[in-house]
């Protein structure tokens, strides 16, 4: 299961890769984001927070999209939350309002419960607000399989995910982004949401504040349904 994200991920884009081989333009777009907290003295804390989203554009048809988001809180060398969560999509343009998805998850949680949780699915998604200069909204609807593994058991169950990535232009320098996603099934259901305001220092620098939630509606025994992440990190694009 260590390795389900990995080999899912490759044999989708290497299948997915077949329909792009002939496009000849392409663009790779890299934004790294980073936020860090180090303390020395009575009390030794690290807290490091990171995120890197790479975008490959094949020409118009085909778009392909590769994020590793991930945290870690230590105090005097003792880890209290660790977190990972990648993802992997593959989206092919049917029109300009209309794509196909094939999408990949995996999250690693120390202090969840799960050893790991990972879900693939097939989405329809639609392009909104398509005639607004200064915002843009993608909707995405689909069915596919979640596995979840925790120490005592594994258990793969079937599911739906919708989800909605809104984009508004506020100002030239600062932009509103607001992200949500439900993944459901017979087991329990998974929400997730950002909200964050991102404001541009230099041509390829911003400043990021964010808040993030993800709630569970069942989780093992003695722990807690939602967790929370608030914080303040630099964007680098190149």
Request: overall charge negative.
């Amino acid at each position: 299961m260590k390795n389900i994200f990995a080999y899912s991920l490759c044999n989708l884009l290497a299948i997915f890769s077949l329909g792009a081989s002939g496009q000849e333009e392409s663009s790779i777009a890299t934004q790294l984001e980073l936020g860090a907290i180090f303390t020395s003295g009575n009390t030794k804390n690290e807290n490091v927070k990171y995120k890197v989203t790479v975008d490959w554009d094949q020409a118009e048809d085909w778009d392909f999209q590769f994020t590793s988001d991930g945290f870690r809180s230590s105090q005097d060398g003792i880890s209290n939350a660790q977190r990972l969560y990648h993802t992997g999509s593959a989206n092919y343009t049917t029109n300009p309002d209309s794509y196909l998805q094939g999408r990949i998850g995996y999250e690693n949680d120390k202090f969840s419960g799960f050893d790991s949780q990972a879900d693939i699915t097939v989405n329809y998604g639609r392009n909104m607000l398509q005639n607004r200069g200064n915002m843009a909204l993608g909707l995405t609807a689909g069915f596919g399989v979640r596995r979840s593994e925790t120490k005592l058991n594994t258990e793969s169950v079937a599911i739906a995910r919708l989800a909605a990535n809104y984009n508004w232009n506020v100002s030239e320098s600062a932009d509103f982004i607001q992200d949500f996603s439900i993944e459901t099934g017979s087991d329990s259901s998974i929400y997730r949401f950002e909200t964050g305001i991102q404001t541009d220092i230099l041509e390829n620098l911003s400043l990021k504040f964010s808040v993030k939630v993800k709630h569970q509606t069942v989780v093992p025994i003695s722990r807690k349904k939602t967790d929370t992440e608030t914080a303040i990190t630099l964007l680098l694009n190149f």
